[in-house]
């Protein structure tokens, strides 16, 4: 089931706008906020994500574990798919860096400067900088919106899934300092192993040998973050120029595109074989 599940998740990211329907935060964030404004729980902000995050993971859990001798299971298929949609991460990348792209391949600095500062919310010194900071924006927004949920997925099921997004929504939205420290730190825990999947997978259709070499000293680095990591290899592993105007700066982002599709037929590619096999 798992995999008919991800099949489907892919075609609906790809052709069809049912994510940007579902993906609804407003009822969890109001709650977050409400949460956050109680006096005595303002001061204790591990209640506060427990409340937020654990709460919805063990009545999900209980659901799910209550319909799985229903039907085969079957009954339980909807609810892993739209739970799978839920927790892939909001907007969508390409088209964000849409503008930003079409300014750089004019060789317009200051479009691109601020199409990047009010679209992706980044701000670089030089050209080169702003470049290197929208490719690492690209890889990393590729992999907390979608490999982390498919990697979360396929190895605990829907709960952890859904506890990614949650703790990730926490980090972006809550405005308690305590709350945004504590899922910050269990979401590095949460990201610490599919991120170095992820950069594998990068030296099996990248560059194996350049990846190697920056794997080998952050393998088991646990307080490296998972952003700089995979945008460190994922520039190498891509073989990214220093520097790159024009075309060429617009031909590193279609690069590293396509070293992210390359990454994610390769999985789906295992988990299929993994589903026959076992």
């Given amino acids: 089931m798992s995999f008919l599940v991800l099949v489907l998740v892919l075609w609906v990211e790809k052709f069809s706008a049912l994510r940007h329907r579902l993906q609804r935060d407003r009822v969890w ?7 956050e404004a109680k006096p005595r729980l303002a001061r204790e902000p591990a209640l506060i994500l ?10 999900l859990g209980g659901v799910l574990l209550a319909l799985k001798p229903v039907a085969y299971g079957l009954l339980a298929f909807p609810i892993h798919l739209w739970v799978v949609i839920y927790s892939l991460g909001r907007g969508d990348i390409k088209a964000s860096l849409g503008p930003f792209r079409d300014a750089w391949r004019r060789g317009d600095e200051q479009a691109a400067v601020h199409v990047a500062e009010r679209d992706l919310g980044l701000t670089g010194d030089d050209e080169a900088s702003l470049l290197a900071k929208v490719q690492n924006h690209l890889l990393w927004q590729a992999y907390q919106s979608f ?5 979360w997925y396929v190895l605990l099921g829907p709960v952890a899934a859904l506890v990614y997004r949650l703790l990730a929504l926490a980090v972006a939205h809550s405005t308690h300092p305590g709350v945004v420290a504590r899922a910050g730190s269990i979401r590095h825990a949460f990201d610490w192993l599919p991120v170095r999947v992820l950069a594998a997978s990068f030296a099996l259709v990248g560059n194996f040998v350049a990846v190697g ?3 080998l000293h952050e393998l088991l680095h646990w307080h490296i973050g998972a952003k700089q990591l995979i945008a460190d290899v994922g520039r190498v592993a891509g073989e990214l120029p220093s520097s790159a105007a024009g075309d060429a700066g617009v031909a590193s982002l279609d690069s590293l595109w396509e070293l992210l599709l ?11 074989l993994w589903t026959v096999l076992f």
Wanted: hydrophobic share 80%.
């Fill in 29 to 35: 964030l109001a709650e977050l906020t409400r949460l």
């Fill in 213 to 215: 070499k920056v794997m």
């Fill in 262 to 272: 390359r990454s994610a037929v390769l999985w789906y590619a295992v988990i299929a």
């Fill in 147 to 151: 490999f982390a949920v498919i990697f």
């Fill in 50 to 59: 427990a409340l937020w995050v654990l709460l919805p993971a063990i009545v």
